[in-house]
């Protein structure tokens, strides 16, 4: 068998196959230039190339493919949210996700285990009434659940009286599902690039040129690059690169530190998550729990380890699941949420002429990658903002017309 | 834990505070457009590297200013608010 396989290795009939086009020289003109590739860039130059013909494109990262906030989410899908505008943007996401795997005819690992938000109060309980009839009206299965359905539903979980916070109810959203991150930045990357995308790695944008209210070029370490259009896809350094084309954008930037056991036999099914204790919780199929909570209490454009976050998430997850008292937390790790002031996205039109916004990204980035890469590359390529999209362009915090899902988070309030 | 050196309180745990957002000079309600007002409540420079900014002692409800690295975290100092205001002067939250 291993010689068998050494020989397969070896043997010209079978190349190596690549999935994304090595390193090229940047050339001195693209039609569309995408800064980030990650999740979002990746999906962008994909749905362009593929659906608008389009794809004299590049797309540019200072670091790596999937290498920024698409590696440090914790992989959640869902679309459970408050405002019709909300629901109706990630229902779309949550179903593109469905068909993902055979669109790019490669395995993102899609596993629909649904999502459970815990009530430990009243007032919580009303906004899981309200969601839930909002999310039926709209097509997305949400129900209330009481506490003998839970625990029929997550037999583990701790629904003692006797808690800091007892349960009183929870909000079951079958459609919740989980991915493995980096395959949505792979598929996307891989299937852009087989129609002629270049994806420049190690490519720092350091300005963007902007002449007469439009924008012409972008700076990078590797040379100057003219451009038809731009468009940034920065989850994490929205604002800096927003500076260099001279736009402010509503966001502050936050760590979000997660951290992750060791592997455990199957013992927890659906994601669960609490806005009260400040915590969310799944197990992989892997076996390792994936434990995340609300943002850092303050702005930082860095991903150090506080011991007072940590210490802060474990007794919430002690609170939920006081079995894993014993359990070993393998590794942690931060990633920066860049926060608007209604908790929802910052996508569409900029300020500056052919610049595009996909910012704002908070803690909701990851579920909205599919739908969110293919409304934008429709703007970038009609230069029509798409009506699902048109609720989150930049302009609306100059009506007063905010989004809120504060509500609707998973874990901070 | 990290510290934060309050100007009327002294040393304490950064967990006693909270976060108040950039400082930046209120515009006249009066006189402000409606762009100016809705980019002072919602936008932000989120620069990064030295800036200032609002925190408040939360057991004892007192504002002050801070100027923190938002890169490393340090904080350089922290100083009341009347080192900026003028006596008589309008400060944040006030209705004239």
């Known amino acids: 068998m291993p010689i068998g396989l050494l020989k397969f290795g070896l043997r010209k009939r079978y190349p190596a196959v690549h999935q994304f086009t090595p390193q090229t020289e940047l050339k001195k003109h693209y039609d569309v230039v995408i800064i980030g590739a990650g999740g979002h860039g990746c999906a962008i130059a994909y749905y362009l190339s593929k659906y608008h013909g389009v794809n004299n494109i590049a797309v540019l990262d200072k670091g790596y493919l999937g290498g920024g906030n698409t590696a440090r989410n914790t992989a959640v899908i869902r679309s459970n ?22 669109e790019f005819n490669y395995n993102i690992m899609m596993e629909n285990r649904g999502q459970l938000t815990l009530a430990h109060n009243d007032s919580t309980i009303r906004s899981f009434r309200w969601r839930a009839e909002v999310n039926q009206h709209l097509g997305v299965r949400s129900e209330l659940l009481d506490r003998k359905t839970i625990s029929e539903l997550v037999p583990n979980l701790n629904l003692s009286e006797d808690s800091r916070f007892p349960i009183l109810a929870g909000l079951w959203h079958a459609d919740g599902a989980t991915a493995r991150h980096d395959t949505v930045a792979w598929g996307y990357a891989k299937g852009a690039c087989e129609l002629g995308v270049e994806i420049h790695q190690l490519t720092e944008v350091h300005d963007i040129i902007v002449e007469n209210g439009a924008v012409s070029a972008v700076v990078t370490n590797r040379g100057r690059v003219e451009c038809g259009v731009a468009v940034q896809a920065v989850a994490g350094a929205s604002s800096l690169i927003g500076a260099m084309a001279g736009i402010k954008l509503p966001i502050h930037s936050y760590p979000l530190q997660a951290m992750v056991t060791q592997p455990y036999k199957p013992i927890l099914t659906p994601h669960v998550s609490s806005p009260q204790v400040h915590v969310y919780i799944h197990q992989t199929s892997r076996g390792e ?6 943002s850092d209490p303050y702005p930082l454009y860095n991903t150090r ?17 006081p079995f894993l008292a014993q359990a070993n937390v393998m590794r942690q790790w931060a990633g920066t949420t860049d926060m608007t002031p209604d908790y929802s996205p910052i996508m569409g ?22 739908i969110s890469g293919k409304t934008m590359a429709e703007l970038v390529a009609t230069g029509n903002t798409p009506d699902l999209i048109k609720p989150f362009e930049l302009e609306r915090f100059y009506r007063f017309e905010q989004i809120n899902e504060a509500g609707a988070t998973a ?3 | 834990m990290k510290i934060l050196n309050c100007p009327l309180n002294g040393p304490r745990n950064i967990t006693e505070f909270t976060y108040g957002g950039e400082f930046h000079r209120m515009p006249d309600p009066k006189a402000a457009t409606s762009k100016e007002w809705s980019e002072y409540v919602f936008f932000h420079d989120n620069s990064a590297g030295v800036v200032t900014e609002w925190w408040c002692h939360t057991a004892t409800s007192y504002w002050f200013l801070a100027e923190r690295n938002t890169i490393t975290d340090e904080v350089i100092r922290t100083f009341p608010p009347g080192d900026v205001f003028a006596r008589g002067e309008q400060g944040p939250g006030t209705d004239a």
């Open chain 1, 81 to 102: 949210y408050l405002t019709e505008e909300g629901v109706s943007f990630y229902r779309e996401s949550v179903k593109l996700y469905q068909d993902l795997s055979n």
């Open chain 1, 289 to 294: 729990f994936v434990i995340g909570g609300g």
């Open chain 1, 305 to 321: 380890a506080t011991l007072d976050q940590k210490e802060a998430l474990c007794s919430a997850v002690l609170d939920l699941f």
């Open chain 1, 349 to 370: 039109e900029s300020p500056v002429k052919n610049y595009y916004l996909d910012a704002g990204w908070g803690t909701w980035g990851f579920k909205a990658t599919p």
């Open chain 1, 411 to 413: 874990a901070s309030h």
